[in-house]
């Protein structure tokens, strides 16, 4: 057994022994270039067919190292290859179009696809870019909970961020082995731009930023937790996010950033208009019954949003939704969303420990309750990124440890924890 296979083990181990309930962390972003209006990109197809993807069912190879330029190489064909609709993606023999990865094909550390920044960018120099949202937007966001804002990213971005997703599936990063192994995603991994440097440059210079920052009417968006999230495979129930890292649900916003085309029959994320200002939903609640009482004057007030290439989905933290997968859990097509919560200026650190909160703030940042909410572990993206968190995110300074992990799930254990657990898995399954 070579070297990283014994890494790999005793990790594994210490994530089954202690950290079973991380798949709570996967429930359901100068010359300054500046944009305005919907992109005519928004309106094509994102979908990616079966024989396009470089990790599929069919596929036997393995590798257990890192190849830079062939994964960069495979992710760019998968990104870029002729797209078609969502109902000429249907087979007769529905196969997954993502195979999980074998043991040994996790990575660890930092990972760097170098895949070039759109716009003639300069990577950690230009300035964000910014996109201009209108009042009628961010007032849609304030009465109900949640507003599809079209078009954010244009077709230059949309790839960027399929190549490096797609690298990441090539390549998966061992902090992806509980939520891939639990088989919620065809591929989930929390914090991704903690470990891959081209999320990272993402929320340092696309438009991300501007947007939740005129959303929230702020004049800081630090991101808080992020996800990358690959093919839900069974959906999930009516619920709301309580994995929003450290901060309370007014000091954040939920986001999504999507870069496939909704199939037609399923995936489409549907949310209850106003139920943020419910007030009979607990925080520590995930799970949600529509027909409890208190939700009456919400349960019936349903938007349904189905996403295009480079279309951003914001929502109030509190607001209750769902998800519904394809019957068989099988996606022939790719899903391929970048989510996250961010925190508004003033934002202060809030210690979760004992909850099921703690498990989207497992860093050794050394931040306690009260702090103001500054550390690279929760980088300042608007209005301009800071150089420093950067350079202690490409040091390897800012990330997770098995004994992060240890110390700060160790508090969730004890009965009252375990039944907070028990309404996440009640979202698992949407049908």
């Given at each position: 057994?070579?070297?990283?296979m014994v890494?790999?083990s005793a990790l594994?181990v210490?994530?089954?022994?202690?950290a079973?309930p991380?798949?709570?962390a996967?429930?359901?972003?100068?010359?300054?270039p500046?944009?305005?209006?919907?992109s005519s990109?928004?309106t094509?197809?994102?979908m990616?067919s079966?024989?396009?993807?470089?990790?599929?069912?069919?596929?036997?190879?393995?590798s257990?190292?890192?190849d830079?330029?062939?994964?960069?190489k495979?992710?760019?064909?998968a990104?870029t290859?002729?797209?078609?609709?969502?109902?000429?993606?249907?087979s007769?023999?529905r196969?997954?179009?993502?195979r999980?990865?074998?043991?040994?094909?996790?990575?660890?550390?930092?990972?760097?696809?170098q895949i070039?920044?759109?716009?003639?960018?300069?990577?950690?120099?230009?300035?964000?870019?910014?996109?201009a949202?209108?009042?009628?937007?961010?007032?849609?966001l304030?009465?109900?909970?949640v507003?599809?804002?079209?078009?954010?990213?244009?077709?230059?971005?949309?790839?960027?961020?399929?190549?490096?997703?797609m690298?990441?599936?090539?390549e998966?990063?061992?902090?992806?082995?509980?939520?891939?192994?639990?088989?919620?995603?065809d591929?989930?991994q929390?914090?991704?731009?903690?470990t891959?440097?081209?999320?990272a440059?993402?929320?340092?210079?696309?438009?991300m930023?501007?947007?939740?920052?005129?959303?929230?009417?702020?004049e800081?968006?630090?991101v808080?937790?992020d996800?990358?999230?690959v093919?839900?495979?069974?959906g999930f129930?009516?619920?709301?996010?309580?994995?929003?890292?450290?901060i309370t649900?007014?000091?954040?916003?939920?986001?999504?950033?999507?870069?496939?085309?909704?199939?037609?029959?399923y995936?489409a994320?549907v949310?209850?208009?106003?139920?943020?200002?419910?007030?009979?939903?607990g925080?520590?609640?995930?799970?949600?019954?529509?027909?409890?009482?208190?939700?009456e004057?919400y349960?019936?007030?349903v938007?349904?949003?189905?996403?295009?290439?480079?279309?951003?989905?914001i929502?109030?933290?509190?607001?209750?939704?769902?998800v519904?997968g394809?019957?068989?859990?099988?996606?022939?097509?790719?899903?391929?969303?970048?989510?996250?919560?961010v925190?508004?200026?003033?934002?202060?650190?809030?210690?979760k420990?004992?909850?099921?909160?703690?498990?989207s703030?497992?860093?050794r940042?050394g931040?306690v309750e009260?702090?103001?909410l500054?550390?690279?572990f929760?980088?300042?993206?608007?209005?301009?990124?800071?150089?420093?968190?950067?350079?202690d995110?490409d040091?390897?300074?800012?990330?997770?440890?098995?004994?992060?992990?240890?110390?700060?799930?160790g508090?969730l254990?004890?009965?009252a924890?375990?039944?907070?657990?028990?309404?996440f898995f009640k979202v698992?399954?949407?049908?």
């Amino acid at each position: 057994m070579n070297s990283k296979m014994v890494k790999i083990s005793a990790l594994a181990v210490i994530l089954a022994t202690c950290a079973t309930p991380s798949t709570l962390a996967f429930v359901p972003n100068g010359n300054v270039p500046t944009f305005s209006g919907s992109s005519s990109y928004a309106t094509t197809s994102g979908m990616t067919s079966l024989s396009q993807s470089t990790r599929t069912a069919d596929d036997t190879s393995t590798s257990s190292t890192v190849d830079m330029t062939s994964a960069t190489k495979a992710a760019t064909t998968a990104a870029t290859a002729p797209t078609t609709t969502a109902n000429s993606m249907k087979s007769p023999k529905r196969e997954k179009v993502i195979r999980e990865p074998a043991l040994w094909e996790y990575n660890f550390g930092l990972q760097d696809p170098q895949i070039p920044l759109p716009h003639d960018i300069q990577e950690r120099i230009t300035p964000p870019e910014k996109y201009a949202i209108t009042e009628e937007q961010i007032q849609t966001l304030e009465r109900d909970g949640v507003v599809h804002i079209k078009g954010v990213f244009d077709e230059e971005w949309v790839n960027y961020l399929r190549q490096a997703t797609m690298y990441q599936v090539n390549e998966p990063h061992f902090w992806a082995f509980a939520g891939t192994a639990s088989k919620l995603y065809d591929y989930i991994q929390r914090n991704i731009w903690q470990t891959n440097k081209a999320f990272a440059n993402f929320y340092y210079h696309s438009a991300m930023g501007h947007v939740l920052a005129q959303c929230g009417r702020t004049e800081e968006i630090r991101v808080s937790t992020d996800l990358l999230m690959v093919n839900p495979n069974k959906g999930f129930k009516w619920h709301q996010d309580n994995q929003n890292g450290p901060i309370t649900w007014d000091e954040g916003l939920r986001f999504w950033i999507t870069m496939d085309e909704t199939p037609a029959d399923y995936g489409a994320p549907v949310y209850l208009k106003g139920s943020h200002f419910n007030t009979v939903v607990g925080e520590q609640a995930v799970f949600v019954d529509i027909e409890q009482e208190g939700l009456e004057a919400y349960k019936d007030k349903v938007a349904e949003f189905r996403t295009m290439p480079g279309d951003m989905l914001i929502w109030h933290p509190r607001t209750i939704h769902k998800v519904d997968g394809p019957e068989d859990g099988i996606w022939t097509t790719y899903r391929r969303v970048l989510g996250g919560t961010v925190a508004k200026a003033g934002t202060t650190y809030h210690d979760k420990t004992g909850s099921g909160g703690v498990l989207s703030d497992l860093g050794r940042h050394g931040l306690v309750e009260g702090d103001k909410l500054r550390s690279p572990f929760f980088p300042i993206v608007y209005p301009k990124f800071d150089k420093s968190e950067a350079d202690d995110r490409d040091a390897g300074r800012v990330g997770r440890s098995p004994r992060d992990i240890v110390g700060k799930i160790g508090g969730l254990a004890g009965k009252a924890s375990g039944d907070k657990f028990l309404s996440f898995f009640k979202v698992l399954g949407s049908r």
